[in-house]
């Protein structure tokens, strides 16, 4: 039997209520925005390290090398890499808790559910993919001895800042790669991988740049297919 539906009607203090209930956009509790900030930190530290570990290891044995250093201060230079990518790793779940308000993102996979943004991702990422600053941050990423040549500074705070200005050129080589995660949902574990192998091939394999280009061009391609396919 179906429940009676009330035919009195609503005051106006009810109807401003139900208004004001329907306009305002979910936030979220500081404690899950924590965990989601978290998330992201973890996973970028996991997605990005095994790339970035020549340069954390070539830069510990320049600065052994070094005459006014005993041990290198490579926990330093790490914590700023970290700081960069946790930087990011903001900015994401702001995006992300965005997302989610206007109804584009879904709660429980944390992937897009709008074919729009999927296909703006894509193209955006792909067409970054080929641009000249891309091909900057990459090249940076790609010679670490070149930065630690430029950019050597001795002591913790050195370390510190070259830390910090490598991760901030790494952000910039990979951070729409990272985005791409809201279109094949950022707990796909498949999908984590692969975006990691991208990166890893990127920065490592003699070919790295064409892969990069490779990635771009599929992103481009999938994201116009995504739209008028």
Same mark, same amino acid.
């Given at each position: 039997? &179906?429940? /009676?539906?009330?035919?009195?009607?609503?005051?106006?203090?009810?109807?401003?209520?139900?208004?004001?209930?329907?306009?305002?956009?979910?936030?979220?509790?500081?404690?899950?925005?924590?965990?989601?900030?978290?998330?992201?930190?973890?996973?970028?530290?996991?997605?990005?390290?095994?790339?970035?570990?020549?340069?954390?290891?070539? #830069?510990?044995?320049?600065?052994?090398?070094?005459?006014?250093?005993? %041990?290198?201060?490579?926990?330093?230079?790490?914590?700023? #890499?970290? /700081?960069?990518?946790? *930087?990011?790793?903001?900015?994401?779940?702001?995006? %992300?808790?965005?997302?989610?308000?206007?109804?584009?993102?879904?709660?429980?996979?944390?992937?897009?559910?709008?074919?729009? /943004?999927?296909? @703006?991702?894509?193209?955006? @990422?792909?067409? !970054? %993919?080929?641009?000249?600053? &891309?091909?900057?941050?990459?090249?940076?990423?790609?010679?670490?001895? %070149?930065?630690?040549?430029?950019?050597?500074?001795?002591?913790?705070?050195? @370390?510190?800042?070259?830390?910090?200005?490598?991760?901030? !050129?790494?952000?910039?080589?990979?951070?729409?790669?990272?985005?791409?995660?809201?279109?094949?949902?950022?707990?796909?574990?498949?999908?984590? *991988?692969?975006?990691?192998?991208?990166?890893?091939?990127? &920065?490592?394999?003699?070919?790295?740049?064409?892969?990069?280009? @490779?990635?771009?061009?599929?992103?481009?391609?999938?994201?116009?297919?995504?739209?008028?396919?």
């Amino acid at each position: 039997m &179906k429940p /009676l539906v009330s035919l009195a009607p609503m005051s106006g203090d009810d109807v401003h209520a139900s208004g004001m209930m329907m306009a305002q956009p979910m936030s979220w509790p500081v404690e899950h925005f924590a965990l989601i900030f978290s998330m992201w930190w973890v996973m970028m530290a996991a997605m990005m390290l095994p790339s970035a570990a020549p340069m954390i290891l070539l #830069y510990a044995r320049a600065a052994m090398n070094a005459q006014n250093m005993v %041990q290198p201060a490579s926990g330093s230079f790490l914590a700023g #890499y970290l /700081l960069s990518w946790g *930087a990011f790793s903001l900015a994401a779940t702001i995006l %992300q808790l965005l997302l989610e308000q206007v109804g584009l993102l879904m709660p429980m996979f944390m992937a897009s559910q709008s074919r729009w /943004l999927s296909a @703006a991702i894509l193209i955006s @990422a792909g067409i !970054y %993919q080929l641009s000249p600053l &891309k091909n900057v941050c990459l090249r940076h990423c790609r010679n670490p001895a %070149q930065f630690l040549s430029s950019h050597f500074r001795p002591g913790p705070n050195g @370390a510190l800042r070259m830390g910090l200005l490598h991760g901030i !050129y790494c952000v910039g080589c990979c951070w729409l790669l990272m985005v791409l995660l809201f279109v094949g949902g950022v707990m796909n574990l498949a999908w984590i *991988a692969l975006l990691t192998l991208m990166v890893a091939a990127e &920065k490592l394999l003699p070919f790295g740049r064409y892969v990069s280009i @490779a990635a771009g061009v599929a992103c481009i391609s999938w994201g116009m297919v995504m739209l008028f396919g």
